[in-house]
């Protein structure tokens, strides 16, 4: 059984947190993270708002931008984010009892970045097993709470979104040939403490908060993502002219334009949500994905390489025909 992404929708909270903000509270200026991020603004949660709240509004968003679309026989939600508002119960199990989901099995997944990605190729093996009609997976992150804000090396980059797709079957292939992996050598270069105090038997600082090797990351995502887009085109015996738009996890604009240059492929097709939303994540393809169907950029039959990257250090891609 073949499946395709019915809607997406997305939801950011109000707050808005500009590059000043970080002047006041760390040695950083507007110019030095535009130009070494493409970052402007970000979005905060509320104190009291947390990651299953914006995956609730995500839903609402969903259901008002979509007349057609309702919730009844939603069979699985999976919902993917490292922020969660506490670790059990699960977010999906918080998004089940908002909108009195009855039936679907609820699981959170822990990718990092690359989670959205890797909850689509899930609702797509539940849907071509046959044992699941309708999945609900999102991107979901309130980062904002577990950053470490005397870093200015990874405080100035993270803001707060949500994104949701509903997967159901297709009588065509719509959601193509994915790839996956990671690669946990690089556990310690990207990481979000619980309780434990080493990772691959090295000492990390149990604070709960984000910390990144920043300039790794950097050179192992340019690498990874250019080889792995290569890698999931040829599964899909594609090139990328066959492409209409690709869309990377926003962690930060030069990765964006390291990748295009690396596989030679125009800057204008890569859609991003880094200049008004930061890094948030798993929500980050949503959100662009987003912003430019709101742009009337998508037009339905686009073909759409996505892949999300991030702590793990994981990797996920698929294409998307919309
Ligand atoms: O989302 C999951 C995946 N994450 C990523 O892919 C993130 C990958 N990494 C990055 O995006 C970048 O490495 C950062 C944005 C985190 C850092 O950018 P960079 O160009 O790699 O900067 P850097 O760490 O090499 O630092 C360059 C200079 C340093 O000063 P010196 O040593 O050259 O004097 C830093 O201390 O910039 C300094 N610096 C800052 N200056 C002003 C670092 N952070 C800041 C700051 N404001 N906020």
């Known amino acids: 059984m073949d499946s395709k992404i019915t809607a997406i929708a997305v939801y950011a909270p109000s707050k808005k947190i500009t590059n000043a903000y970080f ?23 509320e104190k009291d708002e947390y990651t299953s709240n914006l995956c609730i509004s995500a839903v609402e968003n969903l259901l008002v931008e979509n007349k057609d679309i309702s919730l009844e026989g939603v069979d699985f939600i999976i919902v993917s984010t490292t922020t969660a508002d506490q670790v059990m119960p699960s977010m999906a199990s918080q998004v089940q009892n908002a ?49 470490d804000y005397t870093d200015r090396t990874s405080c100035i980059l993270f803001g707060d979104g949500a994104g949701v797709a509903l997967v159901e079957p297709s009588d ?23 309780h434990r105090t080493e990772v691959n038997g090295e000492p ?12 790794v990351v950097f050179k192992w995502a340019i690498q990874t993502v ?20 690709v869309i990377l996890h926003s962690a930060n604009m030069r990765i964006i334009e390291g990748v295009a240059g690396e596989i030679n492929y125009p800057l204008e097709k890569m859609l991003c949500s880094i200049e008004y939303f930061g890094n948030t994540s798993s929500a980050s393809i949503p959100l662009a994905y987003d912003i430019a169907r709101k742009d009337g950029k998508i037009k339905p039959g686009n073909k759409i390489l996505m892949l999300g990257f991030g702590g793990g250090l994981t990797f996920s891609g698929i294409i998307v025909v919309v």
């Open 99 to 147: 909108f009195k989901i009855p039936n679907a099995g609820c699981i959170d997944i822990m990718a990092a970045c690359a989670g959205f990605v890797y909850g689509l190729t899930i609702a797509k093996g539940l849907i071509a097993a046959g044992t699941h009609k309708k999945v609900l997976v999102f991107g979901a992150e309130t980062l904002s709470k577990f950053t």
């Open 23 to 45: 002047e006041q509270i760390i040695e950083t200026n507007d110019e030095w993270i535009i130009s070494r991020t493409g970052i402007r603004e970000r979005r905060f949660a």
């Open 172 to 194: 065509h292939p719509q959601l193509l040939n994915a790839v996956t992996g990671s690669d946990g050598s690089h556990g310690k270069d990207l990481y979000l403490s619980q």
């Open 226 to 245: 250019s080889a792995k887009i290569k890698e999931l085109l040829a599964k899909n015996d594609m090139t990328l002219d066959d492409l209409d738009w």
């Open 204 to 215: 990390i600082e149990a604070n709960g908060k984000i910390h990144q090797n920043g300039k």
